[in-house]
Every structure is written in structure tokens, then in C-alpha cells.
């Protein structure tokens, strides 16, 4: 299974958040690290707020675009 750490950027819709992953790529000619990032729809069992810090694991499709699910939350946005 697929596992992923990520930021949540809204949860507007129900039971659904949009994650975004970023990773670090290594330019094979060039040597430099660039950063790359990817948006992911979750199923939100756990109730996260935007600007949490979770743990995303590959699950059975739920939907057309939701294949992830939250499995735990690392660290809370303090407002």
C-alpha cells in the first residue's frame, strides 16, 4: 500500500479533503532537487481542518477520483 505525507488545502466537500503531496525530484542532467507537488481527493473519516499535516494511504476506489484514505493526522494547524 501507498503511503503518502501530505497538507490538506479544503475540506468543503462531505466526507472529502483535498490533499496536496509534495516530493523532492533530482533533474538527471542538471543535478538539481525541484520540487514537485500532486493533488489527491480523500476520504475524511477523521474530521481535518486546512493546513493539517496527514498520512495518506491507497485504499479500494471510492469514487472516480477518491483512491486514498487519511490514516492519521501528524500535526494540527494552531489558529
Known sequence: MKQFEGTVLHTKME?????????????????????????????????VKEGDKVVIEECRPISKRKKFKIVKVIKNKQK
Open 15 to 47: 466526507k472529502t479533503a483535498l490533499v496536496q503531496v509534495d516530493r523532492l525530484w533530482k533533474h538527471p542532467l542538471y543535478r538539481k532537487r525541484i520540487k514537485r507537488s500532486k493533488k489527491y481527493l480523500v476520504v475524511d473519516d477523521l474530521g
